[in-house]
């Protein structure tokens, strides 16, 4: 069953890490985010809002359709300043025109239904100059074999069916360029980038991660007993070792003109 962004059950499924060097490092290359205003969109518990404040932006808004992530992300930055947390849909955020020098969204867009009509709105909020980055897994990206540097891969090598779910809602290169290309965007490029998600002490750890479905959609797919013989399935790939999890993703840039 697919996750349920509004269940009190899923509480600060997408809180509790941080963003790690790689994800800084390639955002830093994009835009020195220094002294910018951002927009992190489908925030969930405020992982990359809390990130962009770390690079030094001058403001964040993260802004989220769930009550559930709202107060996740609204508990996990609390007290600082330059963040503000506001409940609202992706396409319709109330959030003013042309106020934004980087419009974000990290593992949102395949969630939703109207693609054109999230650009058309990640346009309106991008100030002229302003840059859009999206981050999201192509089919390609999810059809990568696992192995110890990518321990995603073996959630399709156990069960097929969750690639075919995978196939279905994860847009393609040209879907999402077309999109930012026909709400107003240029300059449109896209690249890949191996994000660390975390570091685990050692199997044991990435195996808690895991049976929490922590931060992983699709894992909502399985049944407790399906999820158990996944973990156990890992956990005999991996040497006793501490863990990195990275994953493959895409970014795909475009600017605003102006
Ligand atoms: C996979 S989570 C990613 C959370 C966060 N961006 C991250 O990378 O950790 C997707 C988030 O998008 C939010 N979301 C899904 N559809 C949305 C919509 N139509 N409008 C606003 N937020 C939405 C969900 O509530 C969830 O918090």
Redesign the pocket.
């Known amino acids: 069953m697919a996750i349920d962004?509004h269940a009190a059950a899923n509480r600060n499924t997408?809180a509790g890490r941080e963003a790690q060097p790689d994800w800084q490092a390639a955002m830093r290359t994009i835009l020195d985010p220094a002294g910018r205003q951002v927009v992190?969109?489908?925030?969930?518990?405020g992982?990359?809002t809390a990130a962009w404040a770390g690079l030094g932006a001058a403001g964040v808004t993260g802004?989220?359709?769930?009550a559930q992530?709202v107060a996740d992300a609204t508990a996990a930055t609390a007290g600082r300043g330059n963040i503000r947390i506001r409940q609202?849909?992706?396409?319709r955020t109330g959030l003013p025109d042309a106020a934004f020098d980087i419009v974000f969204?990290?593992?949102?867009i395949h969630?939703?239904p109207d693609l054109g009509a999230f650009c058309r709105e990640a346009f309106r909020l991008a100030r002229p100059g302003g840059v859009c980055i999206l981050q999201d897994r192509r089919p390609e990206d999810v059809a990568l074999p696992g192995s110890t540097a990518h321990i995603r891969g073996y959630f399709f090598e156990c069960f097929p069916r969750l690639a075919a779910i995978e196939a279905g809602r994860r847009p393609s290169r040209a879907a999402v360029e077309g999109a930012m290309r026909a709400a107003g965007f240029a300059a449109l490029r896209s690249e890949p980038l191996w994000e660390t998600r975390r570091h685990y002490p050692d199997r044991e750890a990435l195996a808690a991660d895991l049976s929490g479905r922590t931060?992983r959609?699709i894992l909502h797919d399985l049944s407790d007993a399906e999820l158990g013989g996944l973990i156990e399935h890992i956990l005999a790939q991996l040497p006793a070792a501490p863990v990195a999890e990275a994953d493959r993703w895409t970014l795909w840039i475009g600017r605003r003109p102006g």
Do not use: E
């Not at 992190?40 to 518990?45: A, E, F, H, N, V």
């Not at 802004?63 to 769930?66: H, L, T």
């Not at 609202?88 to 396409?91: H, L, N, Q, R, S």
């Open positions: 962004f997408y992190d969109i489908g925030c969930g518990g992982i990359y802004i989220d359709f769930s992530m609202g849909d992706a396409c969204a990290r593992a949102l969630h939703l931060g959609s």
